[in-house]
């Protein structure tokens, strides 16, 4: 079998029943399976809230444990949310610039000529961690050498070799996070930190903790799905070089295979919601204060909404996945890792004749009632030159 193949585990449940359920950390989760239902909780922000008291609870596994500072605009509810959202999203619909396109262009052919220089390359930590650290210093507007200590941090933010959520690596980040904030207060500059300690809301200007806020969720929320992205491409394409040489014949599909890699990797598996109150999903009871997951995995496998679902289909005609969410929670970084995806595919076709896996260790979530692949632990691939 193919290393870049991800099966469905989901499959069974969704279409008997419709949603699965896991134990996380004693505190249960109803995972939504269905598209359907998918997309209807995540629109219902009333009933199935990102808000609440117990900051970190809607995150699978939760971080209630290791964070006490709420993410923003992820864990807020309308109306605050549109006010945070409308502050930062101008920011994070930059990467939509020329220039900024331009400097992203150069840090992937950096790369890409690295690993073709190289012949070999672990992907995982050589190539998709590097381009993503490498990347976010466009996206915060900051000196490009400051990715080398993210580098430094690995794959994984909360977690370590051996712990699925690591409060002092996690603690590695927020003490980051707030010298970084020091630094901009006592020299403001051009940079995301310095941009939103400037800005006010309903007049009156963000606290640290806010600012603090929107960066965690900048620093972990694009970390671990952009690698996975990033490597579960390279690892598709290795598989199949016949869908690299595709995309250099018709360019023109470039933006559909973006989508149908998305669709069909599912970068985060599911994110959950606590119940406002007492409701049914799927026709199953759900009490108040108990948790859902919008399972965003099993929703873009959907054999009611995508025909072949488990099959890779570049130019696939009518796409309308949820790698990236839905309602007014969607992911706010989906413009930077669409641009990274778009400049990566571009700059392969250009670059790489070929690709081989030579060795793989697979990334499989224990979600109780079921196992997932979400992508690799480590990925060794041969680059042939064009």
Not at 180 to 208: H, R, W
Not at 298 to 327: C, M
Not at 342 to 368: F, H, P, S, Y
Request: charged share 25%; glycine share 6%; with cysteine.
């Amino acid at each position: 079998m193919k290393k870049s193949k991800i099966d469905d585990p989901f499959k069974e449940a969704r279409e008997t029943k419709g949603f699965g359920t896991m134990n996380d950390q004693n505190d249960p989760v109803t995972m939504i399976l269905g598209h359907k239902d998918v997309r209807k909780c995540a629109h219902n922000w009333k009933t199935f809230q990102s808000g609440g008291d117990e900051i970190g609870r809607i995150v699978v596994p939760s971080e209630v444990h290791i964070r006490d500072t709420r993410q923003i605009p992820f864990e807020v509810d309308p109306p605050q949310h549109k006010s945070y959202r409308d502050l930062v999203e101008p920011w994070f619909k930059r990467p939509l610039e020329e220039a900024y396109q331009e400097k992203l262009t150069d840090i992937i052919n950096i790369i890409v000529d690295e690993a073709l220089t190289k012949g070999s390359m672990e992907v995982v930590s050589e190539f998709a961690l590097k381009l993503q650290s490498r990347a976010l210093t466009l996206l915060l507007n900051i000196p490009f050498e400051e990715s080398e200590l993210w580098i430094s941090w690995g794959t994984h933010v909360f977690r370590s070799e051996d712990t699925a959520l690591d409060g002092d690596k996690a603690n590695v980040l927020y003490d980051y996070i707030d010298a970084q904030i020091d630094k901009a207060i006592a020299n403001p500059g051009d940079d995301l930190y310095s941009k939103l300690l400037a800005s006010e809301i309903d007049g009156k200007t963000l606290t640290k903790e806010e600012v603090k806020g929107v960066l965690i969720l900048t620093f972990a929320g694009g970390r671990d799905t952009v690698i996975n992205a990033i490597t579960n491409t390279i690892a598709y394409f290795a598989d199949n070089p016949q869908a690299l040489q595709q995309l250099r014949d018709q360019p023109e599909h470039l933006n559909s295979a973006i989508e149908e890699l998305l669709r069909y990797y599912s970068p985060l598996t599911q994110m959950g919601r606590v119940v406002a109150e007492d409701t049914q999903v799927c026709e199953h009871a759900v009490k108040a204060q108990s948790r859902i997951s919008m399972c965003w995995a099993s929703a873009n496998r959907d054999e009611r909404v995508f025909e072949n679902p488990n099959e890779v289909v570049l130019d696939r005609k009518v796409n309308p996945h949820v790698a990236f969410g839905f309602g007014t929670h969607n992911c706010l970084g989906a413009t930077h890792a669409r641009q990274i995806l778009r400049i990566l595919l571009n700059t392969l076709t250009q670059k790489v004749g070929c690709m081989q896996i030579t060795a793989a260790k697979e990334n499989i979530e224990d979600l109780d009632e079921f196992n997932r692949k979400v992508g690799f632990d480590s990925l060794q691939v041969a680059f042939h030159k064009l």
